[in-house]
């Protein structure tokens, strides 16, 4: 899928900015112009992550690739990073937990989500 834009530098600028920040794939970006498109995940041979990741939805899958790369983490510390609000991160966190792919662990107020060693 592509998207071509036309209009204002600074607005295409932003729309640049916020599409890259979504994952999407900015191809071609000038004074007047910008192309997006969504970039195809293709599943590795030889991936460090579990098979089960690829085959979840794409919104549940950028969640889980998050947390596999920092081990653990709340759904604040992932939401930084993906650039989605807490409580929706909160709600994949909880999606991916019921699924089996990682486990939780209350500490205090903050609830920890740590990828399963297997």
């Not at 997006?36 to 990741?53: G, W």
């Not at 950028?62 to 992932?78: N, P, S």
């Not at 930084?80 to 107020?109: F, M, P, W």
């Amino acid at each position: 899928m592509t998207l071509v834009l036309r209009g204002d530098k600074e607005r295409l600028k932003e729309l640049a900015n916020r599409a890259r920040k979504y994952g999407l794939d900015v191809i071609l970006f000038d004074e007047e112009r910008l192309e997006i498109r969504k970039i195809e995940l293709a599943v590795p041979c030889n991936s460090e992550y579990p098979p089960e990741l690829w085959s979840l939805p794409d919104h549940l899958r950028k969640t889980a690739l998050t947390l596999y790369k920092l081990g653990e983490a709340t759904a604040e510390e992932i939401a930084e990073i993906t650039g989605r609000v807490r409580a929706v991160e909160s709600d994949h966190l909880n999606q991916i937990y019921r699924k089996g792919l990682c486990e939780k662990e209350r500490r205090g107020r903050k609830v920890f989500y740590i990828v399963k060693k297997e």
